[in-house]
Nanobody
Framework: QVQLVESGGGLVQPGGSLRLSCTAS????????MGWYRQAPGKQRELVAT???????NYADSVKGRFTISRDNAKNTVYLQMNSLKPEDTAVYYC???????????WGQGTQVTVSA
């Protein structure tokens, strides 16, 4: 079965930077979409950014220009570089793998990101 392991979360001051990593293991099809979602207390889980195997990206308007998603296909790893962090970015960040060919989605355990002075 597929497993996603995230790392890189933590506490950072406003304006600071953080990089999240997520590595997928198991049977990973060559064509897939990986992404990051986040959920703050009392709020719905929302899309942050996604990236296809070919490198096509999609960002939420709230993070555009500040966050950058990238991936290493050979390592089945997706990254999220977060710059100019704001307190409203505070949330649990989840890694997602979408294997459209078998209509299956897989989620990581989540990693806490806290932006506070």
């Amino acid at each position: 079965q597929v497993q996603l392991v995230e790392s890189g979360g933590g506490l950072v001051q406003p304006g600071g930077s953080l990089r999240l990593s997520c590595t997928a293991s198991g049977t990973i099809f060559s064509l897939n979409v990986m992404g990051w979602y986040r959920q703050a207390p009392g709020k719905q889980r929302e899309l942050v950014a996604t990236i296809t195997t070919s490198g096509s990206t999609n960002y939420a308007d709230s993070v555009k220009g500040r966050f950058t998603i990238s991936r290493d296909n050979a390592k089945n790893t997706v990254y999220l570089q977060m710059n100019s962090l704001k307190p409203e970015d505070t949330a649990v960040y989840y890694c997602k793998l979408d294997l459209a060919i078998i209509t299956k989605n897989y989620w990581g355990q989540g990693t806490q990101v806290t932006v506070s002075a």
